[in-house]
């Protein structure tokens, strides 16, 4: 059973993604204009995690893993903000906007599903974690 807390970040976050459309924060805006990013994503070397962050499908280059990580950096530090601004913790928050990114994705992206496997995005919906609103 999802805690009171945790309820109201996902019901906060749900809210915010419902009026803004696609999560489009700052870090979500600059991943979009990186075509590093964009090319490992469309070829499946990255994928959206239910923690809220990037993951590695395949081991990246170090170029790529400078990349992510900076991707990631910047989702952390917008995490806090965000987390701090709903009375949550970074991870609770992290984990619902995980699970928000995860519903994004488009046929033929990988997502992490809820065992940790990687899977490839089909035409349904992707398998979602307990924890998701």
């Known amino acids: ?5 945790f309820r109201n970040v996902a019901t906060a976050l749900a809210l915010g993604a419902m009026a803004l459309g696609p999560l489009m924060t700052s870090a979500a805006l600059a991943q979009a204009r990186d075509p590093a990013y964009a090319a490992a994503r469309s070829a499946g070397q990255v994928g959206e995690k239910i923690d809220g962050y990037l993951g590695f499908v395949t081991p ?3 170029a790529l893993r400078a990349v992510i990580d900076d991707v990631n950096i910047k989702r952390k530090a917008v995490y806090a903000d965000k987390a701090k601004a709903n009375n949550a913790t970074v991870e609770e928050y992290a984990l619902t906007s995980g699970c928000v990114l995860i519903a994004q994705t488009r046929p033929g992206e990988k997502y992490q599903a809820p065992d940790g496997t ?16």
């Open 60 to 62: 990246p280059a170090p």
């Open 1 to 5: 059973m999802m805690s009171r807390r």
């Open 118 to 133: 990687w899977q490839t995005r089909g035409a349904g919906a992707p398998l979602r974690d307990a924890r998701c609103p």
